[in-house]
Nanobody
Framework: QVQLVESGGGLVQAGGSLRLSCAAS????????MGWFRQAPGKEREFVAH?????????NYADSVKGRFTISRDNGKNTVYLQMSSLKPEDTAVYYC??????????????????WGQGTQVTVTS
């Protein structure tokens, strides 16, 4: 059974940091594009960050998090990370890990996602 399990969410003050982890199991994800999306209350789910399959290009980010968030992956551990710094109240959302064998543009638009995690809550207080 394929699973993506997020962890690391929580409550943090504005300006603080959190690191999210996404542990993938059930198959190897070395050829998958992986990344993070988020959904705030009353809003649609939006793209946050993407990291291509091993050796397949550079990572990219939503403009709203560029320079503050860093995505990385450890293929040996089948784990993807999202280091979040300088957090703002508007970063409050449920964060979802995603994996897909699709193009970068499709991935950014949430298309061609093969697997989703269950989500982890991030709450940033002012």
């Amino acid at each position: 059974q394929v699973q993506l399990v997020e962890s690391g969410g929580g409550l943090v003050q504005a300006g603080g940091s959190l690191r999210l982890s996404c542990a993938a199991s059930g198959r190897t994800f070395i050829n998958y594009n992986m990344g993070w999306f988020r959904q705030a209350p009353g809003k649609e789910r939006e793209f946050v960050a993407h990291i291509p399959w091993f050796g397949g290009g550079v990572s990219n980010y939503a403009d709203s998090v560029k320079g503050r968030f860093t995505i990385s992956r450890d293929n040996g551990k089948n784990t993807v990370y999202l280091q979040m710094s300088s957090l703002k109240p508007e970063d409050t959302a449920v964060y979802y890990c995603a994996a897909g064998l699709t193009t970068r543009d499709n991935f950014h638009n949430g298309r061609g996602i093969d697997y989703w995690g269950q989500g982890t809550q991030v709450t940033v207080t002012s």
